[in-house]
């Protein structure tokens, strides 16, 4: 286990990648649980993800209460990441974003479905959450307290992501490397499927195919992308530890894609 030094520097690492790939702008967020207590998560200060410090983490509890320091203003959309913690015990990372390729797929009948085989976590039953369902056609679209937080967390359900209707997405992970992962590709798989679409009928992955990938994802995997996106963004790789994946061989995870 990360101590909690190497952890908030994760977190930077993180935030900065994020930033790098364009998944987040000057908004969206990226929080981890805090694996010394469940019952809290490390989330940023309100503050634009490429630039923020390992000084500006702040530590909340799943309703969202700050406790400890506080650098500055809290996200007001820190909710989203209490209400999924809450729900999701098995999840230990989240990330909130305005994906630019992922919101036309919120606002239209057309749904998000993976065509290539790095992009098979996202999933192939991606719901989207309409916050006016519950709280009206007056909102301003952003979670802004506990309740709304928890309406997320069900719709989400034990899926990997939800889309949020006019808003961007959400998307969860066991590790921070996972959901970062996860979240990159969802962005490249949403601007490959509009490119598909324009050109006729796609084929996306099948229900096996995705099994199948998901059985065979590795923490390998994610070391991968992780190594080369903190090159990128010039952050020290820490590597971490990972397994094969149930039903495949070293050789297979060596060989890989």
């Known amino acids: ?94 990330v909130h974003n305005h994906s630019p390729s992922v919101i036309p797929f919120s606002v239209t009948g057309k749904k998000l479905r993976p065509i290539m085989h790095m992009c098979a976590p996202i999933g192939d039953d991606i719901p989207t959450w309409d916050i006016s369902h519950k709280f009206g056609e007056s909102t301003n679209l952003l979670v802004t307290n506990i309740d709304m937080g928890r309406d997320l967390a069900a719709c989400l359900g034990g899926r990997t992501m939800t889309l949020m209707r006019g808003h961007g997405s959400t998307v969860v992970g066991r590790s921070l490397r996972e959901a970062v992962f996860t979240a990159v590709y969802m962005e490249l798989n949403a601007g490959m499927q509009m490119k598909a679409m324009a050109l006729g009928e796609v084929t996306y992955l099948s229900p096996g195919e995705i099994a199948a990938i998901e059985r065979g994802r590795a923490g390998f995997t994610f070391e991968r992308g992780w190594e080369n996106w903190c090159h990128e963004v010039d952050r020290p790789y820490v590597p971490g530890n990972w397994d094969f994946g149930e039903g495949y061989s070293r050789a297979d995870r060596q060989a890989g894609g």
Not at 44 to 50: F, M
């Open 1 to 94: 286990m990360m101590d909690q030094h190497d952890l908030l520097e994760e977190l930077v690492t993180a935030n900065r990648i994020l930033a790098n790939e364009g998944v987040l702008d000057s908004f969206g967020h990226v929080s981890v649980r805090n694996p010394e207590n469940p019952n809290s998560f490390f989330l940023s200060r309100a503050r634009a993800p490429a630039i923020i410090e390992a000084s500006d983490i702040m530590e909340f509890t799943l309703d969202g209460t700050s406790i400890g320091a506080e650098p500055g203003k809290p996200y007001s959309e820190r909710f989203i990441h209490a209400g999924i913690y809450e729900a999701r015990p098995e999840v230990n990372a989240v």
